[in-house]
């Protein structure tokens, strides 16, 4: 199989007097740079953490009739992808083994989703509406393996395809999979953590924030606060790639009361991301402002027309300004 798929099945005999099981070496080691998982259908044991080389290799062992079924699942990072060796015989079963319920050949469809759609965008671009759907149930699925498989898979189709995954595919679609996401950053399993962060910051790097904003900010006012923590982060990522123009025309003022709503968040997060993000718009409002006789042209002569006493306020605390002495205005 290809570097980026799921490896081979193995059985092993039962060892030890007392009939538990022992899982020994294995014969084709992972050769990617990724970490490693081996997992295997789970029966009547439990899973442990071994050290393998420059990764960690998960291992779900489970015994059945006194055998032990072993494989391996690797995971690659996406600079590391290599391409397909047969395209159109890929292509061909791409959906059939994304909706399989043999989680190694889904897990070797999930890869073979992101090697295609890094390798061949164009050819996958039409069956996004089938592949979507696919992935976001895969993102649900309770064994790690799939489902850290499908987060990967989430970033490199955000890479690739960009706005046209907030542009084309049905909205409903890219609710669940934004939020499956949320959950996955926000959850105590590091390894998924850590790749649903990533396949975020890929989100908002990759797609533009005047489709993404409006797609985050719902979030934002959520009744789980590790999920509004995360939002809050994506929503900070986003905002400076409006441009200082770009800020303005989305209406700046809008942007500093997200921000203010979130300085009061039960979680740190959240409020060290409203704090950087009002800073952020305070340095476009600078980089913009024009002096004009009819509006007001200091930050703080801008808060304080804008908003009440209190809002502007909390905004000048934060970003610095009026620390000494009334808001104007007030």
């Not at 055998?67 to 061909?92: F, G, M, P, Q, R």
């Not at 061949?120 to 069956?127: I, N, Y």
């Not at 949320?182 to 908002?204: H, I, M």
Request: glycine fraction near 6%.
């Amino acid at each position: 199989m290809s570097e980026v798929g799921c490896m081979d099945i193995k059985t092993l005999p039962e060892t030890g007097s007392n009939g538990s099981s022992t899982i020994g070496g294995f014969d084709k080691p992972c050769n990617g740079n990724g970490v490693a998982n081996v997992e295997e259908h789970p029966v009547t044991t439990t899973s442990s953490m071994v050290s393998a080389g420059n990764g960690v290799v998960s291992v779900e062992s489970g015994l059945e009739n006194g055998n032990v079924e072993v494989a391996e699942v690797e995971y690659v990072e996406s600079e590391n992808l290599s391409d397909v060796e047969d395209v159109d015989t890929c292509i061909k079963e791409l959906v059939a083994g994304l909706d399989s319920k043999d989680w190694v050949l889904l897990c070797e469809s999930l890869n073979n989703a992101r090697r295609l759609s890094k390798f061949h965008e164009e050819k996958v671009l039409d069956m996004l509406d089938d592949v979507i759907p696919l992935i976001v149930k895969s993102l649900k699925n309770p064994r790690s393996a799939v489902c850290k498989t499908a987060i990967m898979a989430s970033g490199d189709v955000f890479i690739t395809y960009k706005d046209h995954i907030i542009d084309s595919v049905d909205p409903l679609l890219v609710w669940m999979q934004l939020v499956q996401l949320l959950l996955k950053s926000s959850q105590d399993k590091r390894f998924l953590c850590e790749a649903a962060e990533k396949a975020l910051v890929a989100l908002t790097t990759s797609v533009s924030p005047t489709l993404l904003l409006p797609k985050l900010q719902p979030h934002l006012l959520g009744k789980n606060p590790r999920i509004r923590a995360k939002a809050s982060m994506c929503f900070c990522r986003s905002v400076p790639r409006l441009g200082a123009e770009g800020i303005k025309a989305y209406g700046i003022d809008k942007l500093i009361l997200v921000a203010v709503r979130q300085l009061s968040d039960k979680l740190p997060e959240s409020r060290e991301a409203a704090r950087t993000l009002l800073s952020q718009l305070q340095t476009a409002y600078e980089e913009s402002a024009v002096p004009n006789e009819s509006e007001p042209c200091s930050w703080e002569q801008f808060c304080s027309s804008k908003f009440p006493p209190s809002t502007a306020q909390a905004v000048l605390r934060v970003t610095g300004v009026g620390r000494e002495g009334p808001i104007l205005g007030s």
